[in-house]
């Protein structure tokens, strides 16, 4: 990552795969419109959610999707961005 490069972010959440899918459908969404069709893409697995305020505990950020969710996404085929 460099330092002043914008990158998307896409949030997943591994016990809600309904919000994931909906994540990663605005993200493929947001693509056809974006200036740069060449963006980099970070994935956030938002960990554990804690009640509502500020509710992510501990996210982690990857490059790429499939390390971001694990198999149970690679599996369900929606990995692909």
């Avoid at 938002?46 to 149970?72: F, M």
């Amino acid at each position: 990552m460099r330092a002043n490069e914008v990158y998307k972010a896409v949030f997943l959440d591994k016990s809600e795969p309904e919000f994931s899918e909906w994540s990663l459908a605005r993200a493929r969404q947001h693509a056809q419109i974006d200036d740069q069709s060449d963006r980099p893409v970070v994935y956030v697995d938002v960990g554990k959610l804690a009640p509502r305020r500020s509710r992510l505990i501990r996210p982690r950020i990857a490059r790429d999707l499939a390390s971001t969710v694990g198999s149970l996404w690679r599996h369900n085929g929606l990995y692909r961005f």
